[in-house]
């Protein structure tokens, strides 16, 4: 098969933009390739061209195109050290000067950190004080982590990351096993907002006190992190927090002079300035 | 010191290892020239779970500074970048690094394939590609991505490996120009270091 080029990724991304109005033009080009690739794969078509007649001709493909477009690979509890620091640091010291908690889960996947912080702040006890607005661009994934369902083989490695966690409970307790596979509680989420927003092109729809979005950026070129960064500082209240993912850095961004580093191995910021 | 036939038009080294190449890597990082100019793209099968460590052990004895690279960073010349912990790590066109945490690869995270497959497509006939000691596969196509490219590729000795099932994938499907020994591998990077002055 032809190696994709980057000016297939182009038409792609002016095709989709143009149709559908999602925006991937500035996404990173070497994962970017691999999903395309992947799509090719999975669906055995034969080349980008094909690719692009479907995408145009067939809407319900788009949908699953945008499932496997975007990377949903993620864990329970990933980085264990820092989900410690979130609930021995971080959550407390919002806690001293609010009584209520306004968390957005930026780019949530299929909602396992969502859970993750669910677990962490039932276990505070402050679960009840806090608003979680959980939001992707895909709602097809966004229908899974409303769902809370994961298969039995991925609650093993979220067992693991949750004892590394030293959690005050066990994981068990937060879900229940049907037909072969882990349904999570629903009461974890019912304070939880799961809403479609497009962190490309989508306003700024709130304030906030903490937003997580950890390995989401590392798919957007520096264009995009850039303008994404923007976003999130108009989107949190002033002394804020802003978490992204352990290898992720904010260092060359425009307004990287309006945060200062609270935790610099777990990527932990704070917006400092207006 | 003129062995090899070499010359300075490389811009940059990927080695890729997994079960048995430590004590290769080390011995490697520990007897390169330390004014050596070129950059050094690790990419070595480790533990998901553990973020730390790595780096420190092997800058116990390395000549070169190692550091896991943060997405997006630049690749510098004279440093060595090691692929983080549960992350793929890619080289992008315009010289940097982008990381990932998309569907492991050949049941690997970080992937070997995937940091020289993209090394490969950056650097084309200006890469060197290195595969050490392995008991998988991963790395096997990433060397015929290079050598597609026209880089120059290179793999441990199966005879000295630990498991020598990674370097015997690579020469199975691709053109291998040098199979050496650890020690071979450092005169061949020590002699091409003396053309860049």
């Known amino acids: 098969m032809a190696e994709i080029e980057i000016a297939d990724i182009k038409k792609i991304a002016e095709v989709v933009k143009n149709k559908y109005n999602y925006d991937f033009t500035n996404y990173a080009m070497s994962s970017f390739k691999r999903r395309i690739q992947r799509i090719l794969d999975l669906y055995k078509i034969n080349n980008v061209n094909a690719l692009l007649k479907r995408i145009s001709e067939d809407s319900a493909f788009f949908e699953e195109f945008l499932v496997e477009i975007t990377v949903n690979v993620t864990e329970m509890f990933r980085d264990p050290s820092f989900w410690r620091v979130l609930r021995d640091d971080i959550i407390p010291s919002i806690m001293l000067n609010h009584d209520k908690i306004r968390i957005w889960h930026a780019g949530c996947s299929s909602g396992e950190e969502v859970f993750s912080m669910a677990i962490l702040l039932k276990e505070m006890g402050v679960l009840e004080n806090t608003q979680i607005i959980a939001t992707d661009l895909d709602k097809e994934i966004l229908k899974k982590a409303k769902s809370g369902k994961y298969s039995l083989k991925n609650m093993e490695l979220n067992k693991k990351n949750y004892v590394r966690f030293q959690g005050n409970s066990s994981i068990e307790e937060y879900y229940t096993e049907q037909k072969g596979i882990a349904v999570m509680n629903p009461s974890l989420v019912e304070n939880v907002s799961f809403r479609e927003h497009d962190l490309v092109q989508g306003e700024v729809f709130n304030k906030f006190d903490l937003v997580l979005c950890r390995n989401v950026m590392i798919y957007f070129n520096q264009t995009l992190q850039n303008n994404v960064l923007k976003k999130f500082h108009e989107s949190l209240f002033k002394f804020g927090y802003l978490i992204i993912g352990s290898k992720e850095s904010l260092i060359w961004c425009d307004i990287a002079n309006k945060f200062i580093v609270v935790n610099n191995e777990e990527k932990v910021y704070k917006k400092y300035k207006d | ?197």
């Open chain 2, 1 to 197: 010191m003129n062995k090899y036939n070499l010359n300075n038009k490389y811009k940059a080294i990927v080695i890729g290892g997994s079960a048995g190449s430590f004590q290769g890597i080390t011995k490697i990082l520990s007897n390169l020239s330390p004014d050596f100019k070129l950059p050094l793209i690790l990419c070595l099968h480790r533990l998901k779970h553990v973020r730390n460590g790595f780096v420190e052990a092997l800058s116990l004895k390395s000549v070169m500074t190692v550091c896991e690279p943060y997405d997006k960073e630049n690749v510098k010349k004279g440093k060595v970048y090691l692929a983080p912990a549960n992350y793929h790590m890619s080289v992008e066109l315009g010289n940097y690094f982008s990381l990932s945490t998309e569907e492991m690869v050949n049941n690997s995270r970080p992937s070997i394939d995937i940091t020289l497959g993209t090394s490969g497509y950056v650097y084309k006939e200006k890469l060197i590609g290195i595969l050490l000691s392995g008991a998988n596969k991963d790395g096997a196509l990433g060397m015929k991505n290079i050598k597609n490219k026209g880089g120059l590729t290179i793999v441990q000795d199966p005879k000295e490996c630990m498991i020598d099932t990674m370097p015997s994938a690579a020469l199975d499907i691709t053109e291998i120009d040098y199979i050496l020994g650890v020690d071979g591998i450092i005169s061949f990077l020590n002699e091409l270091n003396s053309h860049y002055k």
